[in-house]
Each structure stands twice: as structure tokens, then as C-alpha cells.
């Protein structure tokens, strides 16, 4: 019995080491070369003083070498982070220095922004390259010679020169953190939501159980490893010895290429933001393509309008639609499957009730509990699938992870989701709004707090108010309203927040005002702002 | 034509400022200039700006790869009518 995620990969490794576990195209790494390259990437991180519970970073798209990295770093006895290559580096820097990332792990055309990144995260002394590279070109590195405080860099050849035997586990347990998953924060910096081996695990179970997962399963989400959607595609495909299969970045852009290549690639099972299958249901021609083979289609991250789908399940009448919710800091925690043949939704479908071994419950304003149709209140959760806290923030997990106000009887963790809720008729939980200035938009998290906090770091705004505009296709675009001392052009706040934020927490509309209206109590008038 | 898709990319979906300023020949696709978002975006600017649909199977790399790969597909689905609106623009 697995009680650590690496242990899913050993096991599948045994069972079945000739299967397929990563696809990239006509290219695969079976399970047995898998986990042979993850036991190598394990001993270099060794070999780079990294010890057990050390936290490693990721930086790299998702790829077959990121998820010999994630299993590298695992086996190491480390905590991974991601670290999406496309973020600013200050956004990068400031994830490394608050979790203290000293060692990287890179693919080829990474290493030299890995490098690039040392100066200012003056602890990092190694970056570790990972493979395979398969056509991933090496980026042009810096010209100059190496200086006496760059980190070492460990070339993929040196890697395949370490023995592929495994590294002994020690002594790890399930309660150790097996990675760290950076979401915008409302006060200005991201904050990392600690997930232990046994809080995944308790999702990666659920999960396989609840898709019914087999070896003929190929497995695809195109969310990047920053993103914990991936948690499904990387580790419940190896609880049930599937396959993952890696949509290439331009093909997941281009919906009738990405309808093409889950026809040809076989995908039985995809799960993704509603964003993504919208895209696929209006431009993706789905008629032109034989998806009989896709069997299961799961949705999560932001509410899936309606009309889209739909439009979605009349194209794929033979598949299961499942809604998935959880905020990162509880996995998915619950869940509603679609009813089949359903037609003509209006709204937007529930959220569903509890996953196997958690429990969702709501409490209303006065303290009640949410028991009938009609209650309105937060929505709360516990289990063992719960994060362990926020990285370095204990202030902040203390308000997060509360005391059961139903358990009076022992202290025990519940985590309070800020999102408001409702019961329909047949006892499923909907999602009604937030509590808070937090807003998706793709799936991701958004804090105003944080585009705001950005804003002000102009030294021409004097005040910013970031509000969110509903929009079909994105979830939300973000709409700025600021007040400037002397000139400031619209180009020059973007240029200034694509510095710091990445793209999606960007901006969409920015709009300049002489001074920002108030609210008889002297806060900025959020409401009389959002109605113009 | 191309001032118009190049103002419109350099403007609207350049996030690298180190981009800039945006060749015609740059390889939007390769350098992430276009990512599935900024695509979407630029795919209904295009159809607003020159009075074109582009078809689901037009949405294609070869199509986007550069603002004058962008503007030859174009002109290949309705020249006189995108080169008045370019001319206007």
C-alpha cells in the first residue's frame, strides 16, 4: 500500500514496467524507464547536498522530463515546487527566497533562465538538468564565462551517469510535504499551500476510483504543473498504471488541431478548465473528428457556463461529464457527474456533494448549519486531503484552517473555503460566489489584493482599484481604475504589471480617473466604480 | 494591413517588453507572443477590424506564425475587404 507518492511509480514500475506511462506524441517512456531516470535524477539531487524534506523547484513546462523531475525530486525525499518558466522573475525570485529553494531542477531550454535566476536568489547553488529533451532545444545561455557565485550546473549526461538503483525512502511519512503550490495572495506576495504525501494521496485514490482508471486509460490535462490539476494526470495515472499523455503547448492553442490530436492520441480521459473545452465546443469542429474513444471529460478550476456545456455534452452525447471543486488548499473535495442525456441546462451545474474520505459542510452567518434549500453559507471542509498550512505563514493558516465549529468534543482542522453555498433539492452543494476580493479567470486565482498591491508599486499611481468583469470565456477580466500624479499611459501600466504579475493576473481594461470616488465612510467606493 | 496587426500585438499582447519593437517576420508562436488567450483575442480583433470569419479550420499555426503569415491568410480569404479596412485603420 502506497503511503508516498513515489511509491505509486515504484509499484506501477513492478507491475507493469513495459507499459507506457508518459506519452509525448509518438514518443514514451515506458514505466520501468520512468522510474529508472527518476532514481538517477533522485541521486544527482543527493549529490547536490539535497536532504530530506529540502524543497527542490521545477522549472520547466510540462513535459516527460518535468515528470521525471516531479518523481526525482520526490524519490530525493524533497518537496517540489513548481516554478512556471513564464512567470517574471521577480515573481520566480520572490517564490524561491520565501521557500528556500537552493537547488533547481531544469530541461534543457530552462537551465540558462534557472542560472539567470541566481542573481537574485543569491542561496540557489544548483541547477540539475532533467530529461529526456526530445527536440527541446537548448536556449541560448549567457555568453560570459561562469562567475564564483553561479550555481553549478548539472548537464542531463551527468545525470545518466548516476547508478538507476533506487534511493532508500528513510524515513519518510505521510504527513511529510511532498510539494508546494504558490496561488496569489491578497497582500501583494503569493503564498504556498503545503500538500503532504497523504493529502495528495487521499485525491489521487479518490480520483482513480471515481474516473475508474485502467492500464488502456490514456490520461491528459493541459494544466501546467504550477496548477494542481496536474496532480491528476501525473499521479493518478500511475496509481492505475495509465498513461499520461502531454498535449504539445501549440496544439492545446489551436482547437481543431487539439480535437485532432485527442483523436489520434487516444485520450480517454480529459480534464481540464470549462475555458478549454469552451474554446474546443465553439472553434474545435468537433464533428469533423472521431472522439468515441473519449470517455470521461472532468471540468474544475471556475463554473463551466451553461450554453457551453451544452453545446459540449450534445457533440459528445457518449461521454461522462464531471464537475470537480476544491480550492488547492483541499484538493478536489467534492464533485457532481452530470446526469446522462441531460439537455438544455440553464444554470450553471452544482458542485456537488463530498469526495470519499472528506467532508464538505456549510455554515451559515448565525453560526447554523447549511441544511435545506434556500440556507445560504460558507462552505467548509474536512479530511485528511486538507493542506498543512501555508509555507512560513502561520498567522495566515491559523485563519484558514479553523477549529469544526460542529466538534466540540476534540480540537480538529477544518478549512474554511471563502465560497458561499447553497443546497438543491437533491442535497448537491452550488457555488454561489465568494466571500472576498478573490476572482478566477481560467481557473486561476486572482487576489485583486495582489494586482492592486502591484499597481501601487508604480511610483505615479496614488491610488488602484482592481474589479472584475464577468466574462464567458475567461471567467473574469480584470478591470483597473486608477488615479495618477503626472502622466501615465495605459502602456506604461501594463509594461509595468507584466514585470511583476503573470499574464493572467494582468489588466485587461485600464482606465484613468482625476481621484477615485468614496464611500461615505471614506473607503474607495468599489460599487459605484463597478456600475460605470 | 500589417501596421494595423502589429500595432494591435505590440500594443495589446506583447507581455515581454524585450520583444519590442515587433518585427513582421517575428515568430509570434515560438517567442509565446501568442499563448491560447492572446490568440483568442487577436482572432476576434481581426474578425472585428476587417469584417472576416475566420474558420474553425483556419485556426491553424501556420496561419499565426508571424503578423505577415497573419496578413497573407487574410488576404487569402478576402483581400479587397480586409485591405479597405486596413486602408481606414
New interface residues.
Partial sequence: MAYLLQQLLTDSAARAPERPAVAVGERSLSYHELDRLSNQVARALVAQGVAPGDRVGILAPKSAAAVVAVYGALKAGACYVPLDPKSPAPRLTAIMADSGIAVVLADQATAGQAVGLADSVPQLRAVVVTGPHWGRAAAAGPESEPGPRDPVVVPWDAVLAEPDEAVADGQAIDADLAYILYTSGSTGTPKGVMISHRASLTFVEWAASCTGLTEQDRVCSPAPLHFDLSVFDVFASCQATACMAVVPEMTAMFPARLAQWIERDRISVWYSVPSVLTMLVTYGNLRGFDLSGLRTIIFAGEVFPAKHLNGLMAELPHARFLNWYGPTETNVCTWYEVPAGTTGLTAPVPIGRACANTDAFAVTDAGGRVSKPGDEGELYVRGSGLMRGYWGDPAKTGRMLVGNPFQSAHDELAYRTGDLVTLDDEGNFVFLGRRDGMVKTRGYRVELGEVETALYGHPAVREAVVLPVPDELLGSRLRAFISAEGELTREEVLDHCRRRLPAYMVPDVVEFCAALPRTSTGKIDRALLAGT | MEAVINDYIS?ELV???SLLPLENTTQL?ET?I????S??RLVIFVQEQFGIVVD??D???EHFASVDDICSYLRSVSGGKAGQASARG
Fill in positions: 500594443r507581455q515581454d517588453a508562436l509565446g501568442l499563448d491560447s488567450l490568440l483568442l474553425d479550420l485556426l491553424v499555426p
